[in-house]
C-alpha cells in the first residue's frame, strides 16, 4: 500500500502540512525524493536537511546530501495504528530544497526485519565540532542489522554505515584494511527475552568500550542513541537536537560482509567519493590522502579455521607489463597502532589495493592471497568478488568465484585468479 502525499513538484521553502489517512496498523517507511542547491564535496555547502513532523511531534530529520541529484532518500517511519494524522515537512536550512514527491508505504517485513523495525534505535546526530556535524561530514547514510542467540533468546545487533570517520584510522589504512572510506560501527546490542521483552542493552561506547544502555527506550522498545566520537563510537546521552530513523536493513553475516552495502546501495561509493575529494587533499599527511577511489582495485572475500582478530592474509596483484606485485597491505606495513592487514571479528571481510594510476580492470594479469602470518600453521580462504569503482559508472564487479584456498607455512600464497 502506497499513499502520495504530492500531487506535482513543489520547492520547500515554508511548512507544508498533509492529511495523511493510514488504512492499517502496521510499520510505514517514507521516501523523500529530492534534490538541493548543495554538494557534497564543496566546502560549506556540503548539504541542507528538511524536518518532519507527525501530528507536531518531530518524528525525524533527512539531510539531503546527494546535492543537485534527485535522488530518493527512504527512511522509517515506525509503527503507527490506523487512523488520520498531520504531516509537517519543513526546511531546515536556507538552501532551496526542490521536493519531487513523498511517499509513505505500509511495510511487509519479513520475520527478522519485524523484530529489526520493532527494536529500531534512533540516532541523534554528531554534536562535536559545532551542533550539526553530519550535515557537512561522516553523516549516516545506512542501518544494518543481524540477529543472534543468548542464553535467554535472541540478540539483535545494529550496526551504522557513516560516510567517513574523521578521527581513527587513517584513510589509506582504512582502504587497505576494511575496502572503504565508508566507518562501518558496531551502535547497540539489545538482548531479548523469549517472549522477546528486553532483558538488557549494550552499546559501542568511546574508546569502543561496550557500555550498558541505562536510558529509557521508546515505547518499552527502540533505544535513543547519538554518535558521539570522530571515529564513530556512541553515547545514550543526549546533547544534540536533530536525530534520524533508519530502515533496518539485514546484514547476513555468515554469507558477506558488511561491505555488502557498497553493491546493495551503490550511492554510499559516491559519498565516499565527494568526501574524499573535499577533506583528504594534500594539506593532510600523505597516508591520509586520498584523490579518487578509482585507483584502488576492491576485494570481497572470507577467511575461516582461525583466529578472528589477528593478521592473517593480504591480495596482490599484477598489471599487464609489469612485474612488481601490488599489495592490500602495502606488504605488511604498520602506523603506529594501526595494520594495514584486516585484523576484524568477522569471517567476511573487504580489503582493496592501491594502485598508484589509473588503472583499467583489463590491465590487471593476476590476483593472488598471501598467508602473512609465520605463526599461523594454516588457513582457508573462500570465495573472492572483485570490483572497481569510476565517477560514471560507480561499482563494477568483475569476479565472483566460490573457490576455496588452503594456505600453510609450506604453501603461503596462490595465484586466485589470472587474465
Known amino acids: 500500500m502506497k499513499i502520495q502525499l504530492l500531487d506535482q513538484p513543489v520547492t520547500l521553502n515554508e511548512r507544508l502540512t498533509y492529511s495523511v489517512q493510514l488504512p492499517d496498523t502496521?510499520?510505514?517507511?517514507?521516501?523523500?525524493?529530492?534534490?538541493?542547491?548543495?554538494?557534497?564535496?564543496?566546502?560549506?555547502?556540503?548539504?541542507?536537511?528538511?524536518?518532519?513532523?507527525?501530528?507536531?511531534?518531530?518524528?525525524?530529520?533527512?539531510?539531503?546530501?546527494?546535492?543537485?541529484?534527485?535522488?530518493?532518500?527512504?527512511?522509517?517511519?515506525?509503527?503507527?495504528?490506523?487512523?488520520?494524522?498531520?504531516?509537517?515537512?519543513?526546511?531546515?536550512?536556507?538552501?532551496?530544497?526542490?521536493?519531487?514527491?513523498?511517499?509513505?508505504?505500509?511495510?511487509?517485513?519479513?520475520?527478522?526485519?519485524?523484530?529489526?523495525?520493532?527494536?529500531?534505535?534512533?540516532?541523534?546526530?554528531?554534536?562535536?565540532?559545532?551542533?550539526?556535524?553530519?550535515?557537512?561530514?561522516?553523516?549516516?547514510?545506512?542501518?544494518?542489522?543481524?540477529?543472534?542467540?543468548?542464553?535467554?533468546?535472541?540478540?539483535?545487533?545494529?550496526?551504522?554505515?557513516?560516510?567517513?570517520?574523521?578521527?581513527?584510522?587513517?584513510?589509506?589504512?582504512?582502504?587497505?584494511?576494511?575496502?572503504?572510506?565508508?566507518d562501518i560501527e558496531y551502535m547497540i546490542r539489545i538482548y531479548l527475552k523469549e517472549d522477546e521483552t528486553i532483558d538488557h542493552a549494550i552499546y559501542q561506547g568511546a574508546n569502543h568500550i561496550d557500555t550498558k544502555y541505562l536510558k529509557e527506550f521508546i515505547h518499552g522498545?527502540?533505544?535513543?542513541?547519538?554518535?558521539?566520537?570522530?571515529?564513530?563510537?556512541?553515547?545514550?546521552?543526549?546533547?544534540?537536537?536533530?536525530?534520524?530513523?533508519?530502515?533496518?536493513?539485514?546484514?547476513?553475516?555468515?554469507?558477506?560482509?558488511r561491505e555488502f552495502v557498497m553493491e546493495r546501495f551503490p550511492y554510499v561509493n559516491h559519498l565516499m567519493e565527494w568526501e574524499a575529494a573535499r577533506q583528504l587533499t594534500k594539506e593532510q599527511p600523505p597516508y591520509n590522502q586520498l584523490e579518487t577511489l578509482s585507483s584502488f582495485l576492491f576485494i570481497h572475500?572470507?577467511?575461516w579455521d582461525i583466529e578472528l582478530g589477528k593478521v592473517t592474509i593480504d591480495f596482490a596483484c599484477q598489471l599487464e607489463g609489469d612485474d612488481h606485485w601490488y599489495s592490500s597491505s602495502y606488504g605488511q606495513i604498520k602506523l603506529g597502532p594501526f595494520d594495514a592487514a584486516y585484523t576484524g571479528p568477522f569471517h567476511h571481510f573487504a580489503v582493496a589495493i592501491y594502485l598508484p594510476f589509473a588503472f583499467d580492470f583489463s590491465e590487471i594479469t593476476k590476483i593472488k592471497v598471501r598467508l602473512i602470518n609465520q605463526e599461523l600453521a594454516s588457513i582457508t580462504v573462500k570465495g573472492l568478488k572483485v570490483f572497481t569503482y569510476n565517477k560514471e559508472e560507480g561499482l563494477q564487479n568483475w569476479i565472483n568465484k566460490q573457490e576455496s584456498y588452503l594456505l600453510n607455512q609450506n604453501n603461503t600464497e596462490k595465484i586466485i585468479w589470472s587474465n
Not at 495504528?81 to 536550512?93: D, M, S, V, W
Not at 534520524?244 to 555468515?254: H, N, T, V
Open 221 to 257: 522498545k527502540r533505544p535513543v542513541m547519538q554518535t558521539a566520537t570522530g571515529n564513530g563510537n556512541f553515547t545514550d546521552d543526549i546533547t544534540s537536537e536533530y536525530h534520524f530513523s533508519f530502515l533496518p536493513r539485514e546484514w547476513k553475516a555468515e554469507e558477506e560482509p
Open 26 to 182: 502496521g510499520f510505514y517507511s517514507i521516501t523523500l525524493k529530492a534534490k538541493s542547491t548543495t554538494c557534497w564535496s564543496e566546502e560549506n555547502n556540503e548539504a541542507s536537511m528538511v524536518r518532519i513532523y507527525m501530528n507536531e511531534l518531530h518524528q525525524q530529520d533527512i539531510i539531503i546530501f546527494y546535492g543537485q541529484k534527485s535522488f530518493s532518500y527512504e527512511r522509517n517511519l515506525g509503527e503507527w495504528q490506523a487512523g488520520n494524522y498531520q504531516l509537517h515537512i519543513e526546511p531546515f536550512t536556507n538552501h532551496v530544497v526542490h521536493v519531487e514527491s513523498i511517499e509513505i508505504v505500509k511495510l511487509t517485513p519479513t520475520q527478522n526485519d519485524r523484530l529489526a523495525l520493532q527494536y529500531a534505535p534512533i540516532l541523534h546526530g554528531r554534536k562535536i565540532y559545532g551542533e550539526y556535524d553530519n550535515m557537512y561530514t561522516d553523516t549516516p547514510l545506512e542501518m544494518i542489522y543481524r540477529i543472534g542467540e543468548w542464553e535467554k533468546g535472541k540478540v539483535l545487533e545494529y550496526h551504522m554505515v557513516f560516510s567517513h570517520e574523521d578521527e581513527g584510522t587513517p584513510a589509506m589504512l582504512l582502504m587497505a584494511k576494511w575496502g572503504r572510506l565508508l
Open 301 to 303: 572475500s572470507s577467511i
